[in-house]
């Protein structure tokens, strides 16, 4: 997580020279819409992704909150509390992540409209697209990395919820699940313009990760419907 936001506060300054000023949180939901919707996109489908999986932590965070309101065992309460408090850090690293993909996608466009005129400016600009290419291969393989965490927290969180939200907790989980796909496709399309020795582990690490995190996703769905089911 932190190599990558150095990387990104590492990259020439030049190739940031038109990129967005502004968080990526900073804005409405219709200004990102706007923006993504727009001819030429200035955010990042890996903004997007990071976006859902911070949105679909807040509904894991609510259901932990809320279950904490509801429950009178007083240790049960301190153990919720926990969770919620480790649950809002790989949040907040989530968010990082979202504007750190915004960055280094507008750094991207910017190095791929540098002069090649001469070899000496061919090759800085060669150089700068593939420091970009092999982060924006990275910052995704992180989100996938810390949604793992946050589904592992899951494990221990869904037998301590108060039934009435179980749905909301397994909403966020497949939300993550989701995620956690499309976060891989992004890692495997980057990665295919990476030098051969990076592209291999940055793409195999990627798809272990992703195999992992989908299986925990897929395994608490069931448990839940069948935690659901019961109270039925």
């Known amino acids: 997580m932190k190599k990558i936001l150095l990387i990104v506060n590492l990259?020439?300054?030049i190739v940031f020279s038109q990129t967005i000023d502004t968080s990526f949180w900073d804005r409405s939901i219709n200004q990102v819409l706007d923006l993504a919707n727009h001819g030429q996109p200035t955010v990042s489908g890996g903004s997007l992704s990071f976006a859902a999986a911070t949105l679909a932590t807040s509904m894991i965070i609510f259901s932990v909150e809320l279950s904490r309101k509801k429950v009178k065992d007083s240790s049960l309460k301190k153990e919720l509390a926990?969770?919620?408090f480790l649950l809002i850090a790989h949040q907040d690293?989530?968010?990082e992540l979202g504007n750190a993909d915004a960055q280094i996608f507008n750094a991207y466009l910017q190095a791929r409209k540098l002069p090649d005129s001469t070899i000496a400016l061919r090759k800085i600009k060669t150089q700068l697209i593939q420091n970009t290419l092999k982060v924006a291969a990275e910052s995704p393989l992180v989100g996938i990395e810390i949604i793992n965490k946050i589904l592992k927290v899951c494990e221990n969180i869904y037998p301590r919820c108060h039934f009435s939200v179980l749905s909301d907790l397994g909403a966020g989980i497949l939300y993550l699940r989701g995620t956690v796909e499309a976060l891989n496709l992004?890692?495997?399309a980057n990665?295919?313009?990476?030098?051969?020795?990076?592209k291999e582990r940055v793409s195999n690490r990627s798809k272990i990760i992703s195999a992992y995190a989908i299986h925990r996703a897929l395994h608490l769905q069931l448990l839940l419907q069948q935690n659901i089911s019961d109270h039925h």
């Open 82 to 84: 926990a969770f919620s």
């Open 93 to 95: 690293s989530l968010e």
């Open 11 to 13: 990259l020439p300054s």
């Open 191 to 198: 990665s295919h313009y990476l030098r051969p020795e990076h």
């Open 186 to 188: 992004f890692v495997q």
